[in-house]
Nanobody
Framework: QVQLVESGGGDVQAGGSLKLSCAAA????????MGWYRQAPGKQRELVAT???????NYADSVKGRFTISRDNAKYAISLQMNNLNPEDTGVYYC????????????????WGPGTQVTVSS
C-alpha cells in the first residue's frame, strides 16, 4: 500500500549531527501528516517531530532547537536534520505517514518505515 524507507542513520559522537531521510514509494494513496518517531532501548516509542502537508511542524520538547523536520510533498519525502546530538538521542528512528484513501480520506492505519539506527557516543 504505502512503503516508507528511512536512511541516514549511523554512529556519531556527542555534539555531532546527522540527517535522516525518508522516502515513500510511488503510491495511489494520499499521505497527509508525516513524522519521525524513535525508540530507545528499554523505552516506548516516542514522537520526535511531525509535519503537516502544509508544512506546519511540531517537535517534542526534548529535541526543540536541535532538530528540524522538512518535507517535500512532490516526493512524499521528509528529512530530519539533527544537530547537537547527545547519547539520549540514541535509538531506532522510524518514519511515519498518515496514509489515507484518496477517495474517502479514510485512514489506512498509518504507514511505518523499518527504522534506521542512530547511535550517539559520549
Amino acid at each position: 500500500q504505502v512503503q516508507l524507507v528511512e536512511s541516514g542513520g549511523g554512529d556519531v559522537q556527542a555534539g555531532g549531527s546527522l540527517k535522516l531521510s525518508c522516502a515513500a514509494a510511488r503510491t495511489i494513496f494520499v499521505i497527509k501528516a508525516m513524522g519521525w518517531y524513535r525508540q530507545a532501548p528499554g523505552k516506548q516509542r516516542e514522537l520526535v517531530a511531525t509535519i503537516t502537508e502544509d508544512g506546519v511542524s511540531n517537535y517534542a520538547d526534548s529535541v526543540k532547537g536541535r532538530f528540524t523536520i522538512s518535507r517535500d510533498n512532490a516526493k512524499y519525502a521528509i528529512s530530519l536534520q539533527m544537530n547537537n546530538l547527545n547519547p539520549e538521542d540514541t535509538g531506532v528512528y522510524y518514519c511515519w505517514g498518515d496514509s489515507r484513501s484518496p477517495s474517502t480520506m479514510q485512514s489506512l492505519g498509518g504507514a511505518w518505515g523499518p527504522g534506521t539506527q542512530v547511535t550517539v557516543s559520549s
